[in-house]
């Protein structure tokens, strides 16, 4: 089982960093995880429409580096995360892949709402 957390660490001309904790098995990172306003919103409208139907797949990409994460759904509500944070041109990153339930998707969801509400 594994964890993601998103914390909203600042806005800057229509770019907002998040600071983002993966926990995955024994293994964790910690990285910050630009995305435009644009990327936010339609991530909020394509995740959104995952959870309710319980099936798909999207990604989102940093903006500044080549981190991403990947949501896809697997059968019965599972839900499958992987991806890469630190950003493969430091000496350390990770690159995780964990499977958890729809819950974890729907705190991400609830992070970015409550950015937006502020932008």
Known sequence: ????????????????????KIISGEFSGTSSFCLSKSTLLNAILALGEMYNQLEGAYQINNYDNDDFILFEFAKHGHLNISGQVGGSHNQQFLVYNFMTD??????????????????
């Open 102 to 119: 729809q819950t974890a998707l729907h705190e991400v969801i609830s992070t970015f709402h409550k950015v937006v509400s502020f932008l």
């Open 1 to 20: 089982m594994g964890k993601i957390n998103f914390v909203h660490e600042y806005t800057v001309e229509g770019y907002i960093t998040f600071s983002i």
